[in-house]
């Protein structure tokens, strides 16, 4: 017996390949997040400068991350189509309430009726900040004379202070604010302590005076002499003798300002203690 020669059998032709088959690419499928895995979020501009808008801005490829992965912008002045005021999980406030312009109440109340969380951005929105100064007779708008920081005509959840805040300070509570409605136990833990006293900042709001500056950061030795507290009294309550702010109570009309204003009046051992681990989380959600 010997082997039969298979290749010397005749070969059956091959059929010709179809184009599509030969041409085909390789097809590489680019991992898109739904909508639904977003928060949604609303910027409601008032009265103010923009700078707040623009301090969001200069978070440049942070931005577009957000964007991309995190935030479904629903309306912006600026930066979406939509200007309507619609439903969102969160919204942010730029700028005071001119309470002469009917329309800009009741922007900012139903701003806080389709809102889950309200965040007051910068300066102005949480105790008024330049605006507060406004006597009337602007040159485009002579008429508006007298404005309020948000928190008094709604209820305000968050507060960014700053004028205007620092990009990362922004940026980092749309972070927090998205891993706290849809991150795991850890990482909802790890938000909130860094939410907190921005919360605790909304809770005092527009309540706070010059007592609560001493009570809080002078006596706690947490005053670093800046003289951010004495630049944003409206009332010049507030001067500085050896380094350090003193005030004088009977002048005070309790307006916050200096309280908001103050760097460390949101200081929180919270946030000292989990630091590492807040700005791992943050940074590696960014990535
Ligand atoms: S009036 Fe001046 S001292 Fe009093 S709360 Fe306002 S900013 Fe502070
Ligand atoms: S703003 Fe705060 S840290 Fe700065 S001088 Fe006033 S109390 Fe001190």
Same mark, same amino acid.
């Given at each position: 017996?010997?082997?039969?020669?298979?290749?010397?059998?005749?070969?059956?032709?091959?059929?010709?390949?179809? =184009?599509?088959?030969?041409?085909?690419?390789?097809?590489?499928?680019?991992?898109?997040?739904?909508? $639904?895995?977003?928060?949604?979020?609303?910027?409601?501009?008032?009265?103010?400068?923009?700078?707040?808008?623009?301090?969001?801005? !200069?978070?440049?490829?942070?931005?577009?991350?957000?964007?991309?992965?995190?935030?479904?912008?629903?309306?912006?002045?600026?930066?979406?189509? $939509?200007?309507?005021?619609?439903?969102?999980?969160?919204?942010?406030?730029?700028?005071?309430?001119?309470?002469?312009?009917?329309?800009?109440?009741?922007?900012?109340?139903? %701003? +806080?009726?389709?809102?889950?969380?309200?965040?007051?951005?910068?300066?102005?929105?949480?105790?008024?900040?330049? %605006?507060?100064? *406004? +006597?009337?007779?602007?040159?485009?708008?002579?008429?508006?004379?007298?404005?309020?920081?948000?928190?008094?005509?709604?209820?305000? !959840?968050?507060?960014?202070?700053?004028?205007?805040?620092?990009?990362?300070?922004?940026?980092?509570?749309?972070?927090?604010?998205?891993?706290?409605?849809?991150? *795991?136990?850890?990482?909802?833990?790890? =938000?909130?302590?860094?939410?907190?006293?921005?919360?605790?900042?909304?809770?005092?709001?527009? *309540?706070?005076?010059?007592?609560?500056?001493?009570?809080?950061?002078?006596?706690?030795?947490?005053?670093?002499?800046?003289? *951010?507290?004495?630049?944003?009294?409206?009332?010049?309550?507030?001067?500085?003798?050896y380094g350090k702010p003193q005030?004088?109570?009977?002048?005070?009309?309790?307006?916050?300002?200096?309280?908001?204003?103050?760097? +460390?009046?949101?200081f929180s051992f919270d946030v000292?203690?989990?630091?590492? $681990?807040?700005?791992?989380?943050?940074?590696?959600?960014?990535?």
């Open positions: 017996m010997f082997k039969k020669n298979v290749s010397a059998e005749p070969q059956k032709p091959v059929a010709p390949q179809k =184009a599509a088959d030969v041409a085909k690419p390789v097809e590489t499928k680019k991992e898109v997040k739904p909508v $639904a895995d977003k928060i949604t979020v609303g910027y409601t501009h008032l009265s103010g400068c923009t700078g707040c808008t623009v301090a969001l801005a !200069d978070n440049y490829a942070g931005l577009l991350t957000l964007l991309d992965r995190y935030v479904d912008l629903k309306y912006m002045p600026t930066l979406a189509d $939509a200007r309507h005021i619609q439903k969102v999980d969160v919204s942010f406030v730029e700028g005071s309430v001119c309470i002469n312009d009917k329309l800009a109440v009741e922007e900012i109340k139903e %701003t +806080r009726e389709k809102s889950a969380v309200v965040v007051a951005l910068g300066g102005c929105a949480c105790y008024g900040n330049i %605006t507060r100064f *406004s +006597r009337g007779g602007q040159q485009n708008q002579p008429a508006q004379e007298a404005y309020l920081p948000i928190g008094d005509l709604i209820k305000v !959840d968050v507060y960014i202070p700053g004028c205007a805040p620092s990009p990362q300070l922004i940026r980092n509570v749309a972070v927090a604010a998205y891993l706290l409605l849809k991150g *795991s136990p850890e990482q909802k833990a790890l =938000a909130t302590a860094y939410l907190k006293p921005l919360m605790m900042a909304a809770d005092k709001g527009t *309540s706070a005076c010059f007592c609560d500056l001493m009570t809080n950061v002078i006596n706690q030795g947490l005053c670093m002499g800046c003289g *951010s507290c004495a630049s944003a009294c409206p009332v010049r309550a507030i001067t500085h003798e005030g004088e109570r009977d002048l005070c009309i309790k307006c916050g300002a200096c309280y908001n204003q103050c760097p +460390r009046s949101w000292v203690e989990n630091y590492e $681990a807040i700005n791992e989380t943050i940074m590696a959600a960014l990535q």
